[in-house]
């Protein structure tokens, strides 16, 4: 009985559309993290005299640590923009297709 739960909610087309959407979304947010960390990494090695910049004059902070910084908070900006997402779509779309395929027991 589990087992049948279990095929026909893989089998359903609003299950393949949701797992489709959830990754397309999180292949996304990853080459987009991929992209700006190697594109920080390519920064240190072909233009460090840019990163190591003062901020202002007489300044201890590099542009460099701002950048990496930058990469931080962008990194958990990702995670809470997939958080939202998934709080707010993919989760009730699941609810719901795990509810449709319960009712066929």
Do not use: E, H, K
């Not at 299950?15 to 990853?30: G, I, N, P």
């Not at 991929?34 to 072909?46: H, K, N, T």
């Not at 990702?78 to 449709?100: E, I, W």
Request: charged share 15%; aromatic share 10%.
């Amino acid at each position: 009985m589990q087992q049948a739960y279990i095929d026909r909610t893989a089998a359903s087309p609003a299950y393949r559309r949701l797992v489709a959407q959830r990754r397309r979304f999180s292949f996304t947010l990853t080459a987009l993290m991929v992209l700006m960390y190697y594109g920080f990494i390519l920064f240190v090695a072909l233009a460090p005299q840019l990163l190591a910049r003062p901020l202002y004059a007489g300044a201890t902070t590099s542009m460099g640590i701002v950048a990496g910084v930058g990469i931080i908070v962008m990194a958990i900006a990702m995670t809470g923009c997939y958080v939202l997402r998934a709080n707010r779509t993919f989760d009730p779309s699941m609810s719901a297709l795990l509810a449709d395929c319960r009712q066929g027991d």
